[in-house]
């Protein structure tokens, strides 16, 4: 079956500091990779869109300064959130699509003290 | 523009009851549709999606939705909850030409009661 691994699943980091989390498609090929954020109590809010061979594609409140990814194969790709503050905590979501199939990994738990 | 509309934010119903989550949505193009549920403390598990043909989508659990092109919606139904089914449920919408953006709804949050 078709599954999307998130790591890690919780991390912790101080304030200013950088933190990096890895999605990792398995039983497909993606097609895309879509980083999404969900903020406490809110929706979820897409960061960027990443194809393969394409450029990544930022949202209007998100740039690749502050959150670069990296997605070299069809199966990978991973985000830092640079200089980490309490705005950037939340659940990051990891989409992997295929066809008309999007499957989501369990999310990466930021926290930031 | 892209938009969905969750209308109520809180559900609650006891275990047994049939249940409706709304879900409206803005778009003039072809759309694809889709509910996700969000278990306290986890992420996102797909439960069913609407492209084409029957407006009336079949998901995982006993959940179905019904597409209607003249409402502009795509509401969830169960007809008999589980106190497991307690969750908050996310409406989403995407354009294929998109290739992997979905746009969420704000959620609605189902308690259901033994």
């Known amino acids: 079956g078709a599954l999307v691994y998130q790591y890690p699943r919780r991390t912790i980091c101080k304030s200013g500091t950088s933190m990096r989390m890895e999605c990792q498609a398995v039983g497909f090929q993606a097609t895309s990779v879509a980083w999404y954020r969900q903020s406490p109590q809110k929706t979820f809010e897409l960061i960027a869109l990443s194809t393969v061979n394409s450029a990544i594609k930022y949202e209007q409140n998100f740039t690749q300064e502050k959150f670069p990814i990296s997605h070299p194969n069809l199966s990978f790709s991973s985000m830092t959130v640079l200089n980490a503050y309490l705005e950037d905590r939340g659940l990051y979501l990891c989409g992997a699509k295929t066809g008309y199939e999007q499957y989501f990994g369990p999310g990466t738990r930021l926290t930031v003290l | 523009t892209q938009t969905v509309s969750q209308s109520d934010a809180h559900v609650t119903v006891f275990e047994g009851d049939s249940v409706e989550l709304r879900c409206n949505y803005s778009y003039g193009g072809s759309i694809y549709l889709s509910w996700y549920i969000q278990h306290h403390g986890h992420g996102l598990q797909f439960l069913l999606k609407?492209?084409?043909?029957?407006?009336v989508v079949q998901g995982v659990n006993g959940f179905e939705a019904e597409f209607s092109k003249s409402d502009s919606s795509f509401h969830l139904r169960k007809a008999s909850v589980h106190w497991s089914d307690s969750a908050v449920y996310f409406c989403a919408v995407s354009a294929p030409g998109n290739t992997g953006k979905l746009i969420f709804g704000l959620g609605t949050t189902l308690q259901v009661q033994p």
């Open positions: 609407y492209y084409s043909g029957n407006p």
